[in-house]
């Protein structure tokens, strides 16, 4: 049995005329029937009945064309997985929103450069803007806030984080939880509707009947805790963001409460894509450097 015989087989089914899978294959009738007649004699048994208006198929070839759609299908996926693979310089480019490049990046580098074979192109930007290169296929992969429509992605639960008020030193005690009705209270510095988080939490307090008073807006998570550093104002951040300020003594931070503020983060590929072996080697990397992080509440991945 060949393969050519099963995609001969398949077009055929599914034009439901030999003369028209003949055209779409590029070969004529008699060679397309006597590739049809030896996989039916190979199989034993009748595929396809003929007649004057086409051909349809016997109980028998509607589960071959089962098996032979899978079949092919798997061929190509194997053809794809692996073609990347043997390309010279192969890169994976991974998008990071921004905040999360100075606790996630370091590692996945250091992994990804014991591990792969390939090289690693780390992209920080706004959740919003990732969003918009995966899907043109500027990133192989990338982490990307739930909040976002992601329906045409394939989508793994990396992570569901708490969303803590962040202040100058001093300010704030991690023992002491603040209601969310009481963020009205704090002057807020936070990045624009671009940023997947200020989407989440606008849509959160939203909910809670709560107006936020967010008298500043930056696009730099950096210069966000600057400033906050400083005394300018206050800021929402998950742990994995503000822990390296937080060690250093240079900001403070508290939890929410009534309710609890939380994110879940993905990480997400095209769709239309069959992922490659060393993307989904990545996006494994990604899951068990997050598994591993004290600061959040790692879930198992789930599509």
């Known amino acids: 049995m060949e393969l050519r015989q099963l995609r001969y087989f398949v077009e055929t089914a599914h034009r439901r005329s030999i003369t028209r899978a003949a055209a779409a294959l590029h070969i004529v009738q008699p060679a397309l ?19 004057p208006r086409g051909v349809r198929l016997t109980p028998s070839g509607e589960a071959v064309l089962r098996d032979a759609t899978a079949i092919l299908k798997a061929v190509e996926d194997l053809k794809r997985r692996h073609a990347r693979a043997a390309q010279p310089g192969r890169t994976v480019r991974i998008g990071i929103p921004n905040g999360m490049t100075r606790t996630f990046a370091g590692q996945l580098i250091e992994r990804a450069r014991q591990e792969c074979t390939f090289g690693v192109e780390l992209v920080e930007g706004m959740s919003g803007h990732l969003l918009e290169w995966l899907k043109s296929g500027r990133l192989d992969i990338s982490v990307l806030f739930a909040i976002q429509p992601l329906r045409q992605l394939d989508t793994m639960t990396l992570a ?28 807020l510095i936070l990045p624009s509707a671009r940023h997947g988080l200020t989407r989440l939490i606008h849509a959160h307090a939203r909910d809670a009947g709560v107006e936020l008073q967010q008298h500043a807006t930056l696009d730099s998570i950096a210069e966000i805790k600057h400033l906050v550093s400083q005394g300018v104002g206050y800021t929402l951040l998950a742990p994995m963001v503000y822990q390296p300020e937080m060690e250093q003594g240079l900001v403070s931070a ?15 590929i095209r769709r239309s894509h069959e992922p490659h072996a060393d993307v989904a080697q990545v996006r494994v990397l990604m899951h068990e450097i997050c598994a591993g992080r004290p600061d959040a509440a790692a879930e198992p991945a789930r599509p």
């Open 33 to 51: 029937t006597a590739q049809i007649k030896a996989l039916e004699d190979e199989l034993g048994t009748q595929l396809l009945e003929r007649s």
């Open 160 to 187: 569901v984080d708490t969303i803590d008020l962040v202040g100058p030193p001093g300010a704030l005690d991690p023992q002491r939880p603040i209601a969310f009705r009481d963020l009205a209270r704090y002057s």
């Open 254 to 268: 508290a939890p929410l409460c009534n309710p609890a503020f939380h994110r879940e983060l993905v990480t997400a």
